[in-house]
């Protein structure tokens, strides 16, 4: 069955960096775009980025691009959320998913999600 | 950027009632809009998407309806585990998601 396990969240001081990865296992990674979402304590959903299954392009939401960055291993079925230069804004539960379509024109739905990793960024 | 509104923000409601659940569009984003569900402690779970089409497992008392800016999710009869927050998602125009509907017991 699909299996999406995120790790590396952890409490960081603002200005300092993190990276996260998510470990997928039960379908072709590589013919998936994946994405990754947040939720900050007691609040919504926000989108994060996206990386296409072939690792060819990469966008960001406004509020992290030119500090995150999103990556891929299709090797080792592993994605990956560089974040760098932390706010205290930047403190949620982060998710990976699965792109609903697989190969070059996702869709943006997301059908499969991790159990989450907790970043708190705090001095 | 489309800013999702949903209504109401929380639904009060016994087993076996059913569950209107509201998502406005400040522009229209044509059959583009999801829906997910999430209980506590846990990661969302897909729904509906393309406005009206059951992800895979998902069981036939829920349905989406709606197009442009006014979506509608219905949950025709509540199960004691449907009882969760509600979100709604657009990808018309990158991707952003409703401030959510909570369904609690009554």
């Known amino acids: 069955q699909v299996q999406l396990v995120e790790s590396g969240g952890g409490v960081d001081q603002p200005g300092r960096s993190l990276r996260l990865s998510c470990a997928a296992s039960?379908?072709?990674?590589?013919?998936?775009?994946m994405h990754w979402v947040r939720q900050a304590p007691g609040k919504g959903l926000e989108w994060v980025a996206v990386?296409?299954?072939?690792?060819?392009?990469?966008y960001y939401a406004d509020s992290v691009k030119g500090r995150f960055t999103i990556s891929r291993d299709n090797s080792k079925n592993t994605l990956y959320l560089q974040m760098n230069s932390l706010r205290a804004e930047d403190t949620a539960m982060y998710y990976c998913?699965?792109?609903?379509?697989?190969?070059?024109?996702?869709?943006?739905?997301?059908?499969?999600w991790g159990r989450g990793t907790l970043v708190t960024v705090s001095s | 950027e489309i800013v999702l509104t949903q209504s109401p923000a929380t639904l009060s409601l016994s087993p076996g009632e059913r569950a209107t659940l509201s998502c406005r569009a400040s522009?229209?984003?044509?059959?583009?809009l999801a829906w997910y569900q999430q209980k506590r402690g846990q990661a969302p779970r897909l729904l509906i998407y393309?406005?009206?089409n059951r992800a895979t497992g998902i069981p036939a008392r829920f349905s989406g309806s709606g197009s442009g800016t006014d979506f509608t999710l219905t949950i025709s009869s509540l199960e004691p585990e449907d009882f969760a927050v509600y979100y709604c998602?657009?990808?018309?125009?990158?991707?952003?998601f409703g401030p959510g509907t909570k369904v609690d017991i009554k």
């Open positions: 998913a699965r792109d609903l379509q697989s190969g070059y024109n996702y869709i943006a739905y997301f059908d499969y």
């Open positions: 039960g379908f072709t990674f590589s013919s998936y775009t």
């Open positions: 990386i296409l299954y072939d690792g060819s392009n990469k």
């Open positions: 522009q229209s984003v044509s059959s583009y």
């Open positions: 393309d406005a009206s």
């Open positions: 998602q657009q990808r018309a125009n990158w991707f952003t």
